[in-house]
């Protein structure tokens, strides 16, 4: 079945940065689309990032554009968020979705 682990997720200070991964198995990984969400307490899920197969095309959310940079290592069966500039707003529990799967999430707090 899909299984999906995030990890690198911690506290941080405004304007700091951090690497999420996002380490995937039971799908062929290298052909497939996949999501970054991010729900924020007491808020609803909202979408961040998508890169599609072969990191040919990736897509942001005006809130995260020219700061968060998604990539893939199919090699590796990993997907990342780089996060810098992280602002206060982006304090969220983060997950990596693939179709309607994800994975137990991980939570960046930026604070000072």
């Known amino acids: 079945q899909v299984q999906l682990v995030e990890s690198g997720g911690d506290l941080v200070q405004p304007g700091g940065s951090l690497r999420l991964s996002c380490a995937a198995s039971g799908f062929t990984f290298s052909s497939s689309t996949l999501t970054w969400l991010r729900q924020a307490p007491g808020k609803r899920l909202d979408w961040v990032s998508t890169i599609t197969s072969g990191g040919n095309i990736t897509n942001y959310a005006n809130s995260v554009k020219g700061r968060f940079t998604i990539s893939r290592d199919d090699a590796k069966n990993t997907l990342y968020l780089q996060m810098n500039s992280l602002k206060p707003e982006d304090t969220a529990v983060y997950y990596c979705?693939?179709?309607?799967?994800r994975g137990q999430g991980t939570q960046v707090t930026v604070s000072s």
């Open positions: 979705t693939y179709r309607d799967s």
